[in-house]
């Protein structure tokens, strides 16, 4: 036999006892692959990895709050709506209220279809056949180290990446169940969200939107600051893309500018297309919950892409309501009024050079936001919102997620205070550009 022919056959061989243990790992766990999903799940999930497998859902046993070291079992419930290539692997994270993971969260090797050996899991989702349901128990435990809440976290990785999750999820990691630990110690300095006062423009001189923001009620602007790694609230050091946010308001129009650094533009959609998923190339990203109580209910969801394409919608409450994998989501019907722009700072889509970034101006008329209580805002009033500047279905936030959600998650929304200065009140006097905001930062 020859050297090379030798060679083919250990290939060969070695890709038969691939194909056999996949086979047989298949058979021995027939228990857990069902033809069409159990009529009963406790906890409904609509997440989708890769737009080819689904999370359906999952549950708990026992449902109630637990204590550092306890013992529970995780049952998720996936589906295979289309085959994926080879090296796919489920994992699971227990996170602290940071959204860091705790010692001994790591979860990714334990249950029957996770039992793994020579790296690779008895029934990864790389084996996962179209249409089949495969139920995925885990027995785990609550590390001793854990605080008052821990968030359990899932997702599907090979090598160094991880499928992208839909909704959008920071880390690619879906936040799937937040459990009570009763006795579990609070972990220090717990970020509170962020917070800006707004001073309103007097009239005559509001920008003129054409994404150069070279108007001096610009350089008095409220300003989110840089914007932060969403999973932890520190300065963004692995994310590719970084950014800020300035705002302005009068009785017309809420103003934003997103200023945004990014080394490698990305455009590649139809120009003549609205409500496409800009969130899977590069966008900035505006959510609004017009009253300001972080309930999940009527709020507003703003994407703008490098092309100046738009993605917007109203939902009723968290990521609700849902068209499946490929949308609706949300109400896409809804459409804001008013007019954007974007300047880059580079070009779109070519690999040979090293990008600067681009900036987003965008004027939004209150009159868009008919679920809100009042509309445009008075003096005092308090709106949530957040900001993103995303890439690839994940991004840096104003204020972070902490684990506690994905990134329409409304109680981790930060908040604005709208201000009329008294001399605005009784006329139209005008104020000086400096003098038209002052952003405070908490």
Known sequence: MTREVGL???????????????????????????????????????????????????????????????????????????????????????????????????????????????????????????????????????????????????????????????????????????????????????????????????????????????????????????????????PNRIFPVNGSVRLLWDDTNLYLAFEVADPKLLGGLDPGKRDQRLWERSCVEIMIDPDGDGDNQDYYEIQISPQNLIFDSQFDGYNLPRGGPNGPFGHQEWSFVGNTAVQLRGSLDQDDDVDQGYTVEAAIAWSSFGKARRSPPTDGDTWRFNFYAMKHNSGVAWSPILGEGNFHKASRFGRITFITPPSLTSSSAAMAPSALVRPTLR
């Open 8 to 234: 083919l056959l250990a290939i060969s061989l070695a890709g038969c006892v691939e194909r056999s243990r996949s086979g047989s790992n298949a058979a021995r766990l027939a228990h857990y692959i069902l033809e069409e999903p159990p009529a009963v799940i406790p906890h409904r999930e609509e997440r989708v990895f890769g737009g080819k497998i689904r999370l359906l859902g999952y549950s708990l046993d026992p449902e109630g709050p637990l204590r550092p070291g306890q013992e529970f079992k995780l049952t998720l419930y996936w589906q295979c709506d289309e085959r994926l290539d080879g090296g796919w692997q489920l994992f699971t994270h227990l996170l602290d209220e940071q959204g860091s993971r705790l010692p001994g969260g790591h979860f990714d090797n334990i249950g029957p279809l996770r039992e793994t050996s020579s790296g690779r899991q008895a029934l990864p989702p790389s084996d996962w056949r179209r249409g089949k349901v495969y139920v995925d128990e885990q027995p785990l435990r609550i590390p001793d180290e854990a605080g008052p809440r821990v968030a359990l976290a899932v997702g599907i990785w090979r090598e160094d990446q991880r499928l992208p999750v839909s909704p959008p999820a920071p880390q690619n990691r879906a936040i799937v169940a937040e459990l009570q630990v009763v006795g579990g110690v609070a972990p220090p300095g717990k970020r509170e969200v962020p917070s800006l006062r707004a001073v309103k423009l007097a009239k005559g001189v509001a920008p003129v939107i054409d994404g150069k923001l070279d108007e001096p009620a610009w350089a008095g602007a409220a300003t989110t600051g840089p914007l932060v790694d969403v999973a932890t609230g520190g």
